[in-house]
């Protein structure tokens, strides 16, 4: 699959994207605390970041040795593009795509195959079925994600890879205290997204949990720091952080939509965006790319 060109995103822009015609915006119809929207835009700005993402990790969909898998598993699959690639890369394999709203399937090649499940509510995989099991920004937006990452785990073949790929969800500032707009924004985020027991900090507890589990022989973590604007000298790294800056725009645009009775607002969603553009501000945003291989023999 081709990916798809990211075009920046000035400030003034963030806030009016779609927002001419905020109730044409699609979203997921399951019960889920997940506010982002669920449509041809959304899938778009997935592609973006995910093409961001792979080019920031040498142009591959992990850095885990998977050798030749059989069968893998990606939960959360969202525009279906990381399966989909997979099953490129892998002819002979048999992946499964899950999400909780249909997945775009113009591009999906014959060896990928979509599921339908609301993982807060179902759990349709067998233990030790998978050898490659995949999420990328899911767990943060789940209740109680060690229960899901658990069953993860539960999922993979004895010698097979868990990769759990996620944000510390906050934005934090290398040249001094955190603008008001920026802590406003988060303090709504984070309180409306605390109701549901959503934990912000989960890509940071990624390894951790993976090594205290006791079901992984080795346990890997790609930490890196994605600048919103450019102040390090490092081009990949300026360049995934434009990238994950023009999606968080993208993807918060329409918040207030869904998190208006926690006071979310246009005015909050504004200046969050108008901040994080701000080259005066050196603000950047965590995230934690782990991956951890199974013991080849499952420990009593």
Request: one cysteine or more; proline letters at 8%.
């Amino acid at each position: 699959m081709a990916p798809i060109a990211t075009e920046e995103v000035s400030p003034a822009q963030a806030v009016e994207i779609l927002k001419a015609a905020p109730e044409k915006r699609g979203y997921h119809e399951a019960d889920a605390p997940y506010a982002i929207p669920n449509d041809d835009s959304e899938w778009v700005r997935l592609n973006d970041m995910h093409s961001g993402l792979k080019d920031f990790i040498g142009g591959v969909n992990t850095q885990a040795p998977l050798g030749n898998p059989k069968d893998i598993l990606e939960l959360g699959a969202g525009s279906g593009i990381w399966a989909f690639e997979m099953a490129q890369q892998f002819p002979e394999a048999q992946v499964i795509a899950v999400d909780i709203s249909p997945v775009n399937e113009t591009h999906k090649p014959a060896n990928c195959h979509y599921k339908q499940v609301n993982l807060m509510k179902d759990w349709p995989f067998e233990p030790e079925t998978f050898d490659v099991v995949h999420m990328r920004f899911l767990l943060v937006h789940m209740p109680n994600w060690p229960e899901l990452a658990a069953k993860a785990a539960s999922a993979v073949r004895p010698g097979g890879y868990l990769l759990l790929e996620d944000i510390d969800h906050h934005i934090y500032k290398a040249n001094g205290p955190l603008p008001d707009e920026i802590s406003k924004f988060y303090d709504v985020y984070h309180s409306h997204m605390a109701k549901t027991n959503v934990d912000p900090d989960t890509g940071a507890k990624l390894k951790s949990f993976l090594e205290d589990s006791k079901l992984f022989e080795e346990v890997h973590c790609l930490e890196f720091h994605a600048p919103m604007v450019p102040f390090k000298d490092d081009h990949k790294l300026n360049k995934v952080g434009e990238v994950m800056r023009i999606s968080l725009t993208r993807a918060y645009a329409s918040l207030h939509l869904r998190m208006g009775e926690s006071g979310m607002t246009p005015e909050v969603i504004k200046g969050y965006a108008d901040k994080l553009h701000d080259p005066n501000h050196w603000l950047y945003m965590p995230i934690f790319f782990t991956w951890a291989r199974k013991h080849a023999k499952t420990e009593a």
